[in-house]
């Protein structure tokens, strides 16, 4: 968990979140929380925190939010993210992250968010009855962001034409309102590549999702060994045996994931994976993919099982993280509201 992503330059500032609407998965793991401890590792200014701004655009119950931050933060240190060097933190708890995005809500404009494709997504067929907030949640994102003046975000390919609109947001800013100087930054994406897309074990063409009704298609970090092996058991599969190629799995979406999954666990390449198993049905297959799974979030479910028993723990660690993030914040939004002219009397 300590490699350092190829293209970093550090030490540069890093912020990166999640949404605390359900248990943090494998796929969150792979694809975010063991990049975010690479990255702190390698020596970057980190800022982690619980997007539950955010999480308030969609319907939820209100009473079970609290409890869902301190979920969503205990997976973060489960996984290696250490609060004594990185910022674990409530978005809602620094103020700034909303001030800069009304702010930024008066520089961008209708036609970048009209060619978001995640509202589309989310959205679905009742878009006109969506909230205005899931609209302009890429316009919070970016404040997100440069309220930090983060220079690196670590991204999934999904995530790429968000951060394209906060670039366009911070180059408008900048054009607009900084005299020529570059007030914020243009943030670069971190991506990782393998194992970054985890697909549903019920779906081989669907992202692992916290969100997906059924928990069936996804392993959580807080699983224990029989919920993982059940559900390996059950993950759904095609009755050929593995293939020798990696280019013979491209027709075979759930046969590629489980593939991909068992590569990501065991830190080897796919072409590996298929040397030791083809030919071999996912009878033999699957066991050996549901003791690799176990082996590896046993440990983080362990510890995750520690921390979220330990309420007190937790909301200390997200109070020093929001005071250090609030630090960092507070200047850039009286920079920010300097330049567009607010009263200061």
């Known amino acids: ?24 998965h494998l796929g969150n793991y792979l694809g975010a929380l063991k990049w975010w401890v690479a990255l702190q590792n390698s020596g970057a200014e980190c800022f982690y925190c619980v997007v539950d701004l955010h999480a308030i655009t969609v319907a939820g119950d209100p009473a079970r939010l609290p409890g869902r931050v301190r979920s969503a933060a205990a997976a973060y240190m489960a996984a290696g993210v250490d609060p004594s060097k990185s910022a674990i933190f409530a978005q ?22 009209e060619r978001m494709t995640q509202f589309k997504d989310k959205a679905g067929k009742d878009a006109e009855r969506a909230s205005v907030g899931l609209f302009t949640y890429p316009v919070l994102q970016a404040a997100d962001i440069l309220v930090y003046k983060a220079t690196h975000v670590p991204v999934g390919e999904d995530q790429k034409q968000h951060l394209e609109l906060s670039r366009d947001i911070a180059a408008r800013f900048n054009r607009d309102f900084g005299n020529g100087d570059a007030v914020f930054p243009l943030p670069e994406p971190v ?11 019920k779906d081989g063409a669907a992202k692992m999702s916290k969100s997906d009704p059924s928990d069936n298609s996804r392993i959580n970090l807080d699983d224990d060994a029989d919920t993982i092996a059940r559900k390996i058991k059950k993950a759904k599969t095609d009755p050929e045996p593995l293939p020798e190629s990696e280019a013979e799995l491209n027709s075979r979406p759930e046969a590629r994931n489980l593939v991909g999954i068992y590569a990501a666990l065991t830190g080897t390449s796919v072409e590996a994976v298929l040397d030791e198993f083809a030919g071999q049905g996912f009878g033999a297959f699957k066991p050996k993919l549901a003791d690799a799974a176990v082996e590896f979030i046993a440990p983080i479910s362990g510890e995750y099982a520690r921390l979220i028993a330990d309420r007190a723990e937790i909301d200390r660690v997200l109070r020093l993280g929001a005071e250090r993030a609030n630090a960092a914040a507070e200047p850039v939004i009286a920079e920010a509201k300097r330049l567009v002219g607010y009263w200061r009397g």
């Open 191 to 201: 991506i990782q590549d393998h194992g970054a897309r985890i697909m549903s074990l």
């Open 92 to 113: 809602s708890a620094v103020p700034a992250h909303a001030e800069l995005a009304w702010i930024f809500q008066c520089v961008a404009r209708l036609g970048w968010l």
């Open 1 to 24: 968990m300590s490699e350092t992503p190829t293209d970093y330059t550090g030490p540069e500032r890093i912020l990166s979140g999640m949404q605390p609407t359900g248990g943090l």
